[in-house]
């Protein structure tokens, strides 16, 4: 019941008082009625009350502090003015540190700070954070000859922000049409350097194969750099053979065979031969070194050593340091008119390395 008293008085407590007119005394047993005030009695000098928290004459009066509040709004936008995040409200007094770590973003750099502070310094600040996004690395497009793979025209790049679309247009190349890329032509930038790769076939080429034949050539006969293309200055003579490694049928021009890099001719010119035999290696002669007895040292450069060889032209041997001194035991003068002398323990070296004792 105590909360209910409580609540009565509370109601209570600033009730109008009935006028007096309106009273009805109520004579209560046992209770002496109150005396009339005498209002011209004189009243009794009143006591002067001492204040108990003046400050003496030696006494400062204490200094009260207000504390501020104070907030600080934390924008996050992109350099297109767009928000990246909601909002970010920072609280505290006027006159403190702010204490807060920035959101960061995949794909974004903070670039400028608008309003920047450290310190709660007005009951209201906005401090903006503006990012850009990273940029990715380039694509670059390279159009190319699916046959030759020669590149037919200059690399074609495209630059971009991270994540954001590329797309390539087919290359137009005049008397060209495009085969395959080896990857599409559309994509996203990414923190990867992309390559694509456009192959083109000449459009008067309606085949081209592959092949592994021989020809022979009919008649002497120029050489051509393209099917239909100019010619060079020499010949292939009558009767050659040639192995083919491409064999296009043209549009108009016929079949041209490839010979190997930019040499092609005619189906017209050849027919196709097997392969020819291999030459047989004539048995090598047998080298006779002229009997020669004399003394030398190796005549090469200072500090450096010179190989000697097991037979005139033939396989290295043993490394004879400038100055070493050598017996000599033969001499042989092969068919490029090169003298050579043999060591005492039969290696070969070439006359002018050696000087000789006298």
């Known amino acids: 019941m105590a ?42 000098a009143p006591v002067q009350s001492q204040p108990t928290n003046q400050p003496t004459s030696n006494e400062q009066p204490l200094q009260t502090t207000t504390s501020i509040s104070a907030a600080v709004l934390v924008l996050y936008l992109d350099d297109a ?9 920072l ?23 608008i309003g920047f502070t450290t310190t709660f310094t007005n009951p209201y600040q906005i401090m903006t954070l503006q990012f850009t996004k990273k940029l990715g690395h380039p ?8 046959d030759t793979g020669e590149l037919l025209g200059p690399p074609v790049t495209q630059s971009g922000h991270l994540n954001d679309p590329f797309a390539f247009a087919l290359p137009e190349i005049d008397g060209y049409h495009m085969i395959k890329a080896n990857r599409p032509l559309t994509g996203h930038f990414t923190n990867q350097a992309q390559v694509i790769v456009v192959m083109l076939r000449r459009s008067n080429w ?10 022979q050539v009919l008649y002497d006969t120029l050489i051509v750099d393209l099917p239909a293309g100019d010619p060079y200055d020499f010949e292939f003579p009558q009767n050659s053979i040639w192995r083919a ?18 040499q092609w001719i005619s189906g017209k010119n050849v027919q196709l031969t097997e392969k020819p035999p291999l030459p047989q290696i004539s048995a090598q002669t047998k080298i006779k070194f002229t009997t020669f007895h004399a003394s030398g040292t190796i ?6 050593k010179l190989h000697t060889y097991v037979t005139p032209n ?41 000087l000789l004792n006298k």
């Not at 609280?91 to 400028?112: A, C, T, V």
């Open 3 to 44: 909360f209910f008293d409580q609540l009565k008085r509370l109601l209570t407590k600033n009730r109008p008082q009935t006028p007096a007119r309106h009273r009805k005394h109520v004579k209560k047993p046992g209770i002496p009625p109150r005396r009339p005030i005498n209002h011209n009695r004189q009243s009794q």
């Open 81 to 89: 003015n767009e928000p990246l995040a909601q909002p970010q409200w």
């Open 91 to 113: 609280h505290g007094e006027i006159g403190e540190r702010l204490h807060f770590r920035p959101q960061q973003f995949d794909d974004y750099l903070l670039y400028h700070i």
């Open 139 to 146: 694509v670059v497009l390279y159009p190319t000859d699916y």
């Open 206 to 215: 309606s085949s081209v194969q592959r092949v592994n034949l021989y020809v």
């Open 245 to 262: 490694f491409i064999r296009i049928n043209t549009v108009h021009d016929g079949t041209w065979y490839n010979l190997g890099g930019p």
């Open 299 to 304: 005549n090469y450069v200072t500090d450096q």
């Open 314 to 354: 033939g396989q290295a041997g043993q490394q004879l340091t400038n100055g070493t001194s050598v017996q000599i035991t033969g001499r042989f003068t092969d068919d490029n008119q090169i003298t050579w002398y043999r060591l005492d323990d039969n290696s070969v070296i070439q006359t002018h390395y050696v």
